[in-house]
């Protein structure tokens, strides 16, 4: 067998282990370390990677956040944030109809704001909202569909632990990731919102009413949540204002919220070592997937799998918005039988290339030409322009044409086809990663396995699987239907990124 | 026997959860140092404090020297510490849709292989890690800025992944005493809530 041949073999071996329930990242450990025995005849190579990779990629500066952010998310639930964080929204959206869903919607977007973790972030809030769904007479499988679908608005919503993996992956800046998420995020609690709104007409009985609150009462529950709203301020902002980079941040964070549950008397002894054993097991799961991951990617690469699969994608001149489609169905399928980090850490190395190959036109080099033209212009003509130059140059903005490279010494600017191609590659792969985030979140919430489903699920024994699979289905719609906006319009992802 | 293995690997979790807190305090004095230092150096301190801004400094306000290479070697050690309890609470990630479907007896014998051969996959891990460390500390090499021989980080770590292999090989012990005895010790995650 040619090593292009093992390489592409070793995907089906890879899937049949991972079926037969060997952890995913014992799996692709095994398969990159057999593959690469394989293709380089002997132990000698895979063995001299072995002596460095385990420390290097356990010792990597990057990844130090998942563990620190796994470690807020405790924090600031020992610190009584996901509390405050429901009562506030109870409070002003519980005597709605269906309200009381709604806000537990805004909960897990608020908690969210300072948890990197899906299946963390629909544990914490199911544990406070679904007592209180119950009480104000709401149906079973709505209350756990709604609190399912919310869980993933931890890992939309910034911080994000997969979003900080797929940074590392594709090599993309993690502070331009995490405000791109910020619009799908909100989009997708506003959708969540709107589903549950469509489903209280359809099922009137499925919700209770309860009389509003007190103005006074709303606005005291409204201050308790300024912990949130700081520590996420910081953080996120501090990293975007580039004070300090992704990790202290995390730093910040963790050390944020462990100050203020210390204060509100939430952090003992026991919970601090409770929360050290938490973070433990999903730190250690995750970096032995990101170890594994590595070994098998470092054995693809050695095969040329990937770069293989691109150029055959582009010889076929596909157009790139099916090639798009293709993945990201593929990615709603499979993401309802594998939880989200394995999926981007097995699939991004071989679909990245892919999308990188494919010409998007997300930027167009005459209309940055034209605008940093008009930059210029707008503030008086440049002196010694003559007006021959400046009729062309207004022409060609007009038209639509690439400016000479003379007309634009004239202008004193400089925008070259490298410059574009440049920004639109960071486009294409920051626009990428929000999309396949979503589909690969949209699984976590899938009848019949969606893992949040479960776990949920699990809290609430008096409702049965079916009716929880039935009411998610809205919010799964509502996911589909966000999708397709954000694959439609990739401005709504792109454009609060610097330009 | 359990017991001794369940305790090892909380301690040892426990432990990691100690260094990373350690970590996460260095990174923000490291932080504040900076801002600090910033702002000692800032023409306006300059000029309403000078003496007091350049005593500060002197002080050594400032970022901590070589932060990032302590983070990154106590990172390293906390993950190793926090090996032995996934380990031991089968908290890995897998796929279990297809295998649920399959004989109660077959379940057993696959989780028998898997967990004999992650045990090996752990004892490699730890036997290659000490063959990096004894060529770390060949070649004498130090970190960029604290110029501390990196062979103690791997020294820290490979103690640390020994008792993971530890903790493998027990756990390899348990499965097969649970396929030939069909008692179950450990369940695996999911499996808990059911």
Same mark, same amino acid.
């Given at each position: 067998?040619?090593?292009?041949?093992?390489?592409?073999?070793?995907?089906?071996?890879?899937?049949?282990?991972?079926?037969?329930?060997?952890?995913i990242?014992?799996?692709?450990?095994?398969?990159?370390?057999?593959?690469?025995?394989?293709?380089?005849?002997?132990?000698?190579?895979?063995?001299?990677?072995?002596?460095?990779?385990?420390?290097?990629?356990?010792?990597?500066?990057s990844l130090?956040i998942v563990?620190m952010f796994l470690?807020m998310g405790?924090?600031?639930?020992?610190?009584?944030?996901?509390?405050?964080?429901?009562?506030?929204?109870?409070?002003?959206?519980?005597?709605?109809?269906?309200?009381?869903?709604?806000?537990?919607i805004?909960?897990c977007a608020g908690f969210g704001a300072i948890c990197g973790s899906s299946l963390a972030t629909a544990a914490t809030m199911?544990?406070?909202?679904?007592?209180?769904?119950?009480?104000?007479?709401?149906?079973?499988?709505?209350?756990?569909?709604?609190l399912a679908a919310g869980g993933t608005l931890g890992i939309l919503i910034p911080p994000s632990v997969v979003l900080v993996i797929y940074a590392i992956l594709t090599e993309q800046n993690i502070a331009k990731l995490f405000l791109a998420a910020f619009i799908p995020g909100i989009l997708a609690a506003v959708g969540y919102?709107?589903a549950?709104?469509?489903?209280?007409?359809?099922?009137?009985?499925?919700?209770?009413?309860?009389?509003?609150?007190?103005?006074?009462?709303?606005?005291?529950?409204?201050?308790?949540?300024?912990?949130?709203?700081?520590?996420f301020?910081?953080v996120v902002?501090?990293i975007y204002?580039?004070?300090?980079?992704p990790t202290?941040g995390a730093?910040?964070g963790?050390?944020?919220?462990?100050?203020?549950?210390?204060?509100?008397?939430?952090?003992?002894?026991?919970?601090?070592?409770?929360?050290?054993?938490?973070?433990?097991?999903s730190t250690?799961m995750i970096f032995?997937i990101v170890?594994?991951a590595?070994?098998?990617n470092?054995?693809?690469?050695?095969?040329?799998?990937?770069?293989?699969?691109?150029?055959?994608?582009?010889?076929?001149?596909?157009?790139p918005w099916?090639v798009l489609a293709l993945i990201l169905c593929f990615y709603l399928i499979f993401g309802c039988l594998m939880d989200s980090l394995s999926m981007i850490l097995l699939t991004i190395p071989i679909f990245f290339p892919v999308i990188s190959?494919m010409?998007f036109?997300l930027?167009?080099?005459?209309?940055?030409?034209?605008?940093?033209?008009?930059?210029?212009?707008?503030?008086?003509?440049?002196?010694?322009?003559?007006?021959?130059?400046?009729?062309?140059?207004?022409?060609?903005?007009?038209?639509?044409?690439?400016?000479?490279?003379?007309?634009?010494?004239?202008?004193?600017?400089?925008?070259?086809?490298?410059?574009?191609?440049?920004?639109?590659a960071e486009h294409v792969a920051i626009w990428f990663g929000i999309l396949v985030l979503i589909v690969v979140e949209v699984g976590l919430i899938t009848?019949?396995v969606g893992m949040n489903l479960?776990i949920?699920?699990?809290?609430?024994?008096?409702?049965?699987?079916?009716?929880?699979?039935?009411?998610v289905?809205?919010f799964v719609a509502s996911d589909i239907i966000r999708v397709i906006i954000l694959v439609a319009f990739p401005a709504i992802t792109l454009f609060l990124l610097?330009? | 026997?359990?017991?001794?293995?369940?305790?090892?690997?909380?301690?040892?979790?426990?432990?990691?959860?100690?260094?990373?807190?350690?970590?996460?305090?260095?990174?923000?004095?490291?932080?504040?140092?900076?801002?600090?230092?910033?702002?000692?150096?800032?023409?306006?301190?300059?000029?309403?404090?000078?003496?007091?801004?350049?005593?500060?400094?002197?002080?050594?306000?400032?970022?901590?020297?070589?932060?990032?290479?302590?983070?990154?070697?106590?990172?390293?050690?906390?993950?190793?510490?926090?090996?032995?309890?996934?380990?031991?609470?089968?908290?890995?990630a897998?796929v279990?849709?297809?295998?649920?479907?399959?004989?109660?007896?077959?379940?057993?014998?696959?989780?028998?292989?898997?967990?004999?051969?992650?045990?090996?996959?752990?004892?490699?891990?730890?036997?290659?890690? =000490?063959?990096?460390?004894?060529?770390?500390?060949?070649?004498?090499?130090?970190?960029?800025?604290?110029?501390?021989?990196?062979?103690?980080?791997?020294?820290?770590?490979?103690?640390?992944?020994?008792?993971?292999?530890?903790?493998?090989?027990?756990?390899?012990?348990?499965?097969?005493?649970? =396929? =030939?005895?069909?008692?179950?010790?450990?369940?695996?995650?999911?499996?808990?809530?059911?």
């Amino acid at each position: 067998m040619t090593a292009l041949e093992i390489g592409i073999a070793s995907f089906p071996a890879l899937m049949a282990l991972i079926f037969l329930r060997v952890p995913i990242g014992l799996a692709m450990f095994l398969v990159g370390l057999v593959g690469l025995v394989w293709v380089t005849d002997g132990t000698q190579v895979a063995f001299a990677r072995l002596k460095n990779e385990t420390y290097t990629t356990f010792s990597s500066y990057s990844l130090t956040i998942v563990p620190m952010f796994l470690l807020m998310g405790h924090f600031a639930t020992l610190g009584g944030m996901s509390n405050a964080l429901f009562k506030a929204a109870e409070g002003w959206l519980g005597h709605k109809r269906g309200g009381v869903a709604m806000a537990s919607i805004g909960a897990c977007a608020g908690f969210g704001a300072i948890c990197g973790s899906s299946l963390a972030t629909a544990a914490t809030m199911g544990r406070v909202a679904l007592p209180e769904l119950k009480q104000y007479g709401y149906a079973g499988g709505f209350s756990t569909a709604t609190l399912a679908a919310g869980g993933t608005l931890g890992i939309l919503i910034p911080p994000s632990v997969v979003l900080v993996i797929y940074a590392i992956l594709t090599e993309q800046n993690i502070a331009k990731l995490f405000l791109a998420a910020f619009i799908p995020g909100i989009l997708a609690a506003v959708g969540y919102v709107i589903a549950i709104s469509i489903y209280v007409r359809l099922y009137p009985e499925s919700a209770g009413t309860r009389p509003p609150v007190p103005y006074a009462e709303r606005f005291a529950a409204l201050l308790q949540v300024w912990p949130v709203l700081l520590v996420f301020s910081l953080v996120v902002g501090g990293i975007y204002l580039g004070w300090f980079t992704p990790t202290e941040g995390a730093a910040v964070g963790a050390f944020g919220t462990g100050v203020i549950a210390f204060f509100n008397g939430g952090l003992t002894r026991a919970t601090l070592a409770d929360s050290f054993i938490v973070t433990a097991r999903s730190t250690a799961m995750i970096f032995f997937i990101v170890l594994g991951a590595g070994f098998y990617n470092g054995f693809l690469a050695l095969t040329q799998v990937p770069q293989e699969l691109s150029n055959y994608v582009v010889s076929q001149g596909f157009s790139p918005w099916v090639v798009l489609a293709l993945i990201l169905c593929f990615y709603l399928i499979f993401g309802c039988l594998m939880d989200s980090l394995s999926m981007i850490l097995l699939t991004i190395p071989i679909f990245f290339p892919v999308i990188s190959a494919m010409d998007f036109n997300l930027i167009s080099l005459t209309a940055m030409q034209a605008e940093a033209a008009m930059d210029v212009l707008n503030s008086g003509v440049p002196e010694g322009m003559g007006a021959e130059m400046l009729a062309s140059i207004q022409e060609a903005i007009a038209t639509g044409t690439e400016l000479t490279r003379e007309q634009m010494k004239e202008l004193g600017i400089r925008v070259t086809r490298g410059m574009a191609n440049r920004i639109e590659a960071e486009h294409v792969a920051i626009w990428f990663g929000i999309l396949v985030l979503i589909v690969v979140e949209v699984g976590l919430i899938t009848p019949p396995v969606g893992m949040n489903l479960f776990i949920i699920n699990a809290m609430d024994r008096s409702t049965r699987m079916i009716e929880t699979y039935k009411a998610v289905l809205f919010f799964v719609a509502s996911d589909i239907i966000r999708v397709i906006i954000l694959v439609a319009f990739p401005a709504i992802t792109l454009f609060l990124l610097p330009g | 026997m359990h017991k001794l293995m369940m305790g090892l690997a909380r301690t040892l979790a426990i432990i990691g959860g100690i260094v990373l807190s350690a970590l996460i305090l260095l990174t923000c004095v490291s932080i504040l140092g900076r801002l600090l230092n910033g702002v000692f150096h800032s023409d306006f301190m300059e000029s309403i404090a000078p003496g007091f801004s350049r005593w500060a400094i002197s002080m050594g306000v400032g970022p901590v020297n070589g932060d990032f290479e302590l983070v990154e070697a106590g990172v390293a050690f906390a993950i190793f510490c926090f090996l032995p309890l996934c380990q031991i609470t089968a908290g890995h990630a897998s796929v279990d849709i297809l295998t649920n479907s399959f004989p109660k007896g077959v379940n057993r014998f696959l989780r028998m292989v898997i967990e004999i051969v992650f045990a090996a996959v752990l004892i490699l891990i730890a036997w290659k890690l =000490f063959d990096g460390m004894i060529s770390k500390r060949q070649y004498g090499e130090t970190t960029f800025l604290l110029q501390f021989p990196i062979w103690w980080a791997y020294a820290l770590s490979f103690v640390a992944s020994l008792a993971a292999a530890v903790v493998g090989l027990y756990m390899a012990g348990v499965r097969i005493y649970e =396929f =030939f005895t069909g008692r179950i010790l450990v369940w695996d995650g999911m499996e808990a809530g059911h």
